[in-house]
C-alpha cells in the first residue's frame, strides 16, 4: 500500500465515538479521510470525520461504508460478526472478523487463550442456577454483550444470586487482587509489535469502570516486563493485527493473570497521547495504512482521570471547574463531544504529566475532585 496520496486513502470506522474521534484527529494529521458508521447523528467522530447515520449491523449501510473505504476498523466489540462477513470484503477489516469473533464472546476467548497456556483465572461455564450455587463464591461473567463493568457480578454468599446474570455466562475464581493492570500492544500486517508501559488502574466501585490510571505502574522489574510478555503472547496467539487493550490482575502472590484483551483503541491507552512519542491512536492509523510503527517512549509519568456523568443529572452537559482544573500545570482536558450525559457516562478525560509522581498523584485527586459534569435535568 502507497500513501503518496493520503487525500485519495479512506480509513472507514464502525461506530463513531470517542475512540472513533481521536483515531480520525490522527488520521486528519496525515491528510488521511475518514468515514464513520453511528446510529446516533453528530455523533462525537462527525466533529472531525464525515459520517453514514445507521446502525453497524445494517447490511445496507456497511456497503456503503465499504464502498467509501480503502480500510476498515471498529471501535465497538458489539457488532454482528455473521452480517460483517456478509457486508465486507474480510481482507479490509483489521483487527480481522476472526479476531472479533474470538474476543466478542468473553468464554470463547478465556478457551482461545487457555490453548496457549496464558496464565488466568480459574473458569468454568455455567448452564443452572444449581451449578452457579455450587460454584460460590465466584465471580459471574456475561459471555456477550459486558462491557465498562457490565455483565459482571462478584458472588460472594448465596443471598447475592438474586443478583446473578440471566443470561448466558461462566464463572470466574475470585482473585485476591494487589493491582489492575493494563498494557497497549500493536502489531502490524508483518508482525512487527511495539509494546507500551504497563499501566496500574484503579476503578470506580459504583460502575466497575475505569476512575483513573497512572503510568507507569508501580511494579517491580519482573512484574513490569511479565505483563507485557503476556499481553504481547496473547496478541501474537491470535496473530491479531491493530491495536489491543489487554487488562491484567497482579494478585496478592505475585502472579500476573490475563483478565481480558479488546480488539482497540483501549480506555487505558489514552494517556499516550500526551505522554508518549507515538499515541495509540496514532499507532492505528500507522498499522492501517502499513507504515512504521511509531516508538512507544514514554517522556513523562501520567495519569488519566475519566470524566463520568455525576449521579443525579441527565440532558445536555454541564462541565463544571473547567477553568479551575485548566489552570494546573500539566493539565490536558479531553471532552468528546457527547451532546446528553447520565450518570457514569464517559464524557471524557483528563491526563495530567509531571515528572515527579507524587506530586502527579496529588494533582490527580486534586482534579479528580474538582470537575464534574451534571446534565440540564435534575433526575433524583
Excluded at 491528510?31 to 445507521?54: F, K, R, T, W, Y
Excluded at 504497563?198 to 519482573?222: C, H, R, T
Excluded at 489552570?327 to 482536558?333: A, F, L
Amino acid at each position: 500500500m502507497s500513501l503518496k496520496k493520503p487525500t485519495d486513502f479512506t480509513i472507514g470506522i464502525l461506530g463513531g465515538g470517542q475512540l472513533a474521534k481521536m483515531t480520525a484527529v490522527e488520521a486528519r494529521k496525515l491528510g488521511l479521510n475518514v468515514v464513520c458508521l453511528d446510529p446516533h447523528e453528530n455523533a462525537p467522530a462527525s466533529m472531525v470525520s464525515q459520517q453514514i447515520v445507521g446502525s453497524v449491523n445494517d447490511k445496507e449501510k456497511l456497503h456503503k461504508l465499504n464502498a467509501l473505504s480503502d480500510v476498515i476498523t471498529y471501535e465497538i466489540e458489539h457488532i454482528n460478526t455473521d452480517i460483517l462477513k456478509e457486508a465486507l470484503p474480510q481482507d479490509k477489516v483489521f483487527p480481522s472478523i476472526q479476531v472479533l469473533e474470538t474476543l466478542q464472546d468473553k468464554y470463547k476467548q478465556r478457551t482461545f487463550f487457555q490453548k496457549f497456556n496464558i496464565p488466568m483465572p480459574k473458569f468454568k461455564e455455567i448452564k443452572s442456577t444449581q451449578e452457579l450455587k455450587e460454584c460460590i463464591p465466584c465471580v459471574q461473567k456475561a459471555k456477550v454483550g459486558g462491557y465498562d463493568g457490565r455483565g459482571v457480578v462478584v458472588l460472594k454468599k448465596e443471598e447475592d444470586l438474586e443478583k446473578a446474570i440471566n443470561q448466558p455466562s461462566y464463572v470466574e475464581e475470585i482473585v485476591d487482587i494487589e493491582k489492575e493492570l493494563a498494557v497497549i500492544v500493536v502489531r502490524n500486517t508483518s508482525g512487527d509489535v511495539k509494546v507500551y508501559p504497563v499501566v496500574e488502574m484503579v476503578f470506580n466501585p459504583d460502575g466497575n469502570l475505569l476512575d483513573y490510571l497512572i503510568s507507569p505502574a508501580d511494579v517491580d522489574e519482573f512484574t513490569f516486563k511479565e505483563a507485557q510478555n503476556i499481553a504481547i503472547t496473547a496478541v501474537e496467539s491470535l496473530n491479531g493485527v491493530g491495536v489491543f487493550g489487554v487488562e491484567l490482575f497482579l494478585d496478592k502472590k505475585g502472579r500476573v493473570l490475563l483478565n481480558e484483551v479488546a480488539p482497540r483503541t483501549h480506555n487505558s491507552g489514552h494517556y499516550t497521547i500526551e505522554s508518549c512519542e507515538t499515541s495509540q491512536f496514532e499507532q492505528l492509523v500507522r498499522v492501517l495504512t502499513n507504515l512504521p510503527l511509531g516508538s512507544t517512549y514514554q517522556y513523562l509519568p501520567a495519569s488519566t482521570i475519566n470524566i463520568l456523568g455525576e449521579f443525579g443529572y441527565k440532558g445536555k452537559p454541564i462541565y463544571e471547574n473547567l477553568d479551575k482544573v485548566l489552570s494546573i500545570d500539566g493539565v490536558y482536558v479531553h471532552i468528546y463531544g457527547k451532546r446528553e450525559t447520565f450518570p457514569l457516562r464517559k464524557m471524557g478525560h483528563i491526563t495530567i504529566l509531571d515528572s515527579n509522581r507524587d506530586r502527579l498523584l496529588e494533582k490527580t485527586i486534586k482534579v479528580k475532585n474538582l470537575i464534574k459534569v451534571k446534565g440540564e435535568v435534575k433526575i433524583w
